[in-house]
């Protein structure tokens, strides 16, 4: 019990008190087991739901209709944390995509103490009536939750970059996001809205270097919170907090294994908000049936797998983290 009290304050303190500086902190959790299970090195790739998250533009290499779920259990189970992403692909290369991202604390304690009003140390000294017992009055819940809606679009076009002999293919996504922030503390709640702007790029290596063996190279940047995003509270004073800006930026090279009928991606992101973390990922598929993948980030290590049913993937990842191990689970359908 102590434990759990010591965590709940813990996440209660980190998603209220220092709101002002973290006030989009939960945002940073990202979203989709594949994605996280690469260590979110994910802003080149993003071609699956949580590309709305991690790069919109991403999205628009998305040309079936895919609905993605995905949930966690944070925290030794004091947090859980959902997404749900639904992807559309549209005539002329468009895609269109909504997300719904939530993390739901339970069994936050509340002590209310109303009972001490109008004593002193002395008095709560002398009647054993007024001593605190550490034991809470009650206990509330805090929801956060993040809708964004994705419009991308895909353009293929072959440059000629003067060698004379032939034309490089590139595959060049543009996209972006709005976004709607809700967040709900005890009887108080915010909101606030915001924007994304990412590009997405992928070129042939056996193009680029005349080698057949070669495989694929894709560049990422995802530009979040453009626009200026705050959180107004609805208190009296209505207090805004300011969600911060960021830059995620990545790169890849998919390269085939035709003789053990796989591919093999390593990935490499970095953000450019509070410490600039790096993040690393890679993944071995197998014949587009299974896919092991592994990553690291921030000190945590991530690992993860797929397995593919028919239409419909199983996804499974594992994050290590100071605070709580953490399981993650997930579907994807693809129809």
């Given amino acids: 019990m102590k434990k759990k009290i010591v965590i709940a304050v813990f996440l209660f303190v980190f998603l209220s008190l220092f709101a002002g500086r973290y006030a989009g902190d939960f945002m940073e959790i990202g979203s989709g087991v594949r994605s996280l299970s690469m260590g979110g090195a994910y802003a080149s790739i993003a071609d699956d739901g949580s590309a709305i998250y991690w790069n919109p533009a991403g999205i628009a290499q998305i040309r079936d209709l895919e609905v993605s779920l995905m949930h966690a259990d944070l925290y030794d189970g004091l947090a859980s944390y959902d997404s749900f992403t639904y992807c559309q692909p549209l005539p002329n290369n468009v895609s269109i995509g909504i997300g719904w991202t939530r993390l739901t604390i339970d069994g936050i304690p509340e002590f209310s103490e109303t009972h001490l009003v109008g004593t002193n140390v002395d008095i709560r000294s002398a009647d054993p009536d007024l001593h605190l017992t550490g034991i809470p009055d009650s206990e509330f819940k805090s929801f956060d939750d993040l809708f964004q809606f994705s419009f991308a679009k895909q353009l293929n076009y072959e440059a000629d970059l003067g060698w004379g002999f032939f034309k490089v293919p590139f595959q060049v996504n543009m996209g972006g996001n709005v976004k709607f ?20 790029i992928k070129s042939d290596l056996s193009v680029l270097m005349d080698r057949e063996w070669l495989g694929k ?20 004073s209505n207090h805004k907090d300011e969600v911060l800006y960021n830059t995620k930026m990545g790169i890849n090279i998919e390269q085939p294994i035709p003789k053990w009928k796989s591919s093999l991606i390593i990935a490499y992101d970095k953000d450019y908000l509070y410490d600039k973390p790096y993040h690393l990922g890679l993944e071995l598929d197998y014949n587009k049936y299974i896919q092991v993948r ?35 689970l997930g579907l994807r359908f693809i129809f």
């Avoid at 560049?219 to 009296?236: C, E, H, R």
């Avoid at 797929?306 to 993650?328: A, L, Q």
């Fill in 294 to 328: 592994g990553g690291y980030t921030a000190n945590n290590v991530t690992t993860g797998m797929s397995i593919k049913v028919y239409s419909f993937y199983i996804d499974y990842g594992f994050i290590t983290n100071s605070i709580g191990n953490t399981n993650r």
């Fill in 181 to 200: 922030i809700r967040r709900t503390l005890q009887d108080n709640y915010g909101t606030g809205s915001g924007f994304d702007i990412g590009l997405l």
């Fill in 217 to 236: 190279i894709g560049f990422g940047v995802n530009l979040q919170n453009v626009s200026g995003t705050d959180i107004t509270w609805d208190t009296s």
